[in-house]
Each structure stands twice: as C-alpha cells, then as structure tokens.
C-alpha cells in the first residue's frame, strides 16, 4: 500500500509538467515539459511494477531528447522519417521484452502514438493526440492503480481541450 502511495505522488509531479505543457503553444516548450513529466511517469510505473509503461516512458525521455536536437538543427525530413522508424521498432522490441499480459499493449501503442505526433510538427495534431492518448491512459493507470494518473488524465482532457479551444478552434472563428 505504501508503495502506491508513493508512486501516486510521484504521479502528482509528473502530471504538473504534463498537463501544463498543454497550455504553452511552442513545441521545444511543449516537448521540454513533457520529457519532465515522462521522467517522473517512468519512476512511478516501475515503482508499482508496471515495467512495460515505465519503460515506454523511458524511450520517450530518450524521443524527446533526440527530436529537441534535431530540430534544433534543423535536419530535414528525410532523416527524421528514419529516426522515427528507429523509436517504433525500439518501442515493439522493448514491449516484447517487457510483455507480461495483453494489458501492456496499452502503454506501447500509446508510446507510439506520442511517438508520431512529436515527430510531426502540427501543434494542433499534438492536442489532438495527447487527448485521445489520455483517455486510452485512463483504463490503463486506473487497471495499475496509478490513481492520480487517472485524475490527470482527466485533467489533461479538460486542458486538452481548453488548448483546443483557444489555439484552434476560437482562432479560427476569429479568422472567419
């Protein structure tokens, strides 16, 4: 029991840093505040056993660095195309590895969603994709008893969908 308590304030920070990087409209900003909140999120799934998310967490501080640098060097598309294959097949492989039930496909697909949409850079596609993926998280952290995750969740389809609200869809009723 102690153990959860612990990973759910663990959980606690990393939802900060989540839920607030969905408020910011800059991608480096966006990517900086959520490779935080994986860091924390990978601390809190392996705390409760749950290796396969804590690991895909893991392999999303690693994306997260890498895509940063790239872009901070403005490669081109092409070299990012294979670094994006190169983080899907390093997903599959290590959810191979860590595969204990049908439960840990969850966390993997999710990774490899988060995994496109932080490649591409469409910040509108990022919203899109961090809501969908939040309430797929829900099921999932409520099954580990990651239970402040679930609130999170919840709270980052709200601010997801504020985000939405403010950047796409109210600017586009301003641009009409």
Do not use: C
């Not at 998310?53 to 990012?80: P, W």
């Not at 969740?153 to 403010?166: F, H, M, P, Q, T």
Request: net charge positive; no cysteine; hydrophobic share 55%.
């Amino acid at each position: 029991m102690e153990i959860v308590i612990v990973s759910n304030l663990i959980g606690m920070i990393a939802l900060l840093f989540w839920v607030y990087s969905l408020q910011i409209n800059d991608k480096k900003q966006i990517m900086k505040l959520q490779l935080l909140a994986n860091i924390f999120y990978a601390i809190q799934y392996i705390t409760i056993g749950a290796i396969t998310a804590g690991m895909m967490n893991i392999i999303s501080v690693i994306r997260y660095i890498t895509f940063y640098k790239i872009e901070e060097k403005k490669k081109d598309q092409k070299l990012s195309i294979w670094i994006l294959i190169a983080f899907i097949v390093s997903i599959i492989l290590v959810g191979i590895f860590t595969y204990k039930s049908p439960m840990d496909l969850i966390p993997l697909g999710i990774v490899m969603l988060y995994t496109y949409i932080t490649w591409q850079k469409n910040t509108k596609v990022i919203r899109y994709g961090i809501v969908i993926a939040a309430i797929v998280w829900i099921y999932y952290n409520f099954s580990v008893q990651a239970y402040i995750s679930v609130i999170g969740n919840l709270l980052e389809v709200i601010s997801g969908a504020i985000a939405i609200y403010r950047f796409d869809i109210r600017k586009n009723k301003n641009e009409h």
